[in-house]
């Protein structure tokens, strides 16, 4: 990465301009033509350095009901139940830990009874039994932004 790749992503983490033309604008803002900003982009996401670009909603202010789950899967199952579990649109997070539950994942889904479906079918369709769910009780939100200047 070089310095403009640096600011690039220090804009987008939390100034992406919410507009039309918003890569002609981050251009300006880096003095860097658009199509320039619109490939080195591409190529970060290509590198796996940005996952994704989106807008992060309160789910709970927009009526969602959201979940926390930890899994214990077994070594020769986590590939599988990892492709079954990012099948889901609702997961927004999917994360192997060294933890007797090893794969933690969140689900936020139109209300409990839909998430609880989702987990009866990730059980059916992996055969991985030992899946907590741990509803959000309570939202602790932090801005977390990577200085990379």
């Known amino acids: ?7 690039l992503l220090n804009e987008i983490q939390s100034h992406f301009p919410i507009i039309k033309t918003p890569y002609e604008a981050l251009g300006t803002r880096l003095n860097c033509p658009e199509d320039e900003i619109l490939k080195r982009v591409e190529r970060l996401r290509k590198e796996g350095i940005i996952r994704r670009i989106g807008g992060n909603f309160d789910s709970k202010r927009l009526g969602f009901a959201t979940t926390l ?3 214990k899967v077994s070594d020769d199952k986590i590939n599988r139940f990892v492709e079954v579990v990012n099948q889901y649109p609702e997961v927004t997070h999917n994360y192997l830990r060294n933890h007797y539950y090893n794969i933690w994942f969140t689900l936020v889904a139109l209300n409990m009874k839909v998430i609880n479906r989702y987990i009866e079918e990730i059980i059916r369709d992996t055969g991985v039994r030992e899946i ?3 509803p959000t009780v309570r939202t602790f939100k932090i801005l977390v932004d990577f200085d990379l200047a």
């Open 1 to 7: 990465m070089d310095d403009i790749d640096r600011k």
């Open 69 to 71: 789950c930890a899994a």
């Open 132 to 134: 907590l769910n741990l």
